[in-house]
């Protein structure tokens, strides 16, 4: 069993900063895929980003790249997200989620995860 608690969201001016974090208990934090997703109001939940166990592999959505990074502690048993230059369109709830899988490139779907947080808001504004 593995739970999830994020913390960092809040309210941003476009072209602002910020670093969600997931804190994960259980032993077995460094043996899972993590990732970021997120769901704006009326929307499906999307990918956001997802790091392999041992940080070496990420992936990142496309309207994200270049902008935001994912990052795991794997001692602290903390993954991270530090969003920067955020736009009004990354206003939504953000989960992190934590999964399986022989390969990071299968990663990018919300049913390959296990366990997932809370959430915590990212309110951006124009």
């Known amino acids: 069993q593995v739970q999830l608690v994020e913390s960092g969201g809040g309210l941003v001016q476009a072209g602002g900063s910020l670093r969600l974090s997931c804190a994960a208990s259980?032993?077995?934090?460094?043996?899972?895929?993590m990732g970021w997703f997120r769901q704006a109001p009326g929307k499906e939940r999307e990918f956001v980003a997802v790091?392999?166990?041992?940080?070496?592999?990420?992936r990142y959505a496309d309207s994200v790249k270049g902008r935001f990074t994912i990052s795991r502690d794997n001692v602290k048993n903390t993954v991270y997200l530090q969003m920067n230059s955020l736009k009004p369109e990354d206003t939504a709830v953000y989960y992190c989620a934590a999964g399986t899988s022989v390969t990071i490139a299968t990663m990018t779907g919300p049913r390959r995860y296990d366990y997932w947080g809370q959430g915590t808001q990212v309110t951006v504004s124009s």
């Open positions: 790091i392999s166990w041992s940080g070496g592999s990420t």
């Open positions: 259980g032993r077995t934090f460094s043996s899972y895929y």
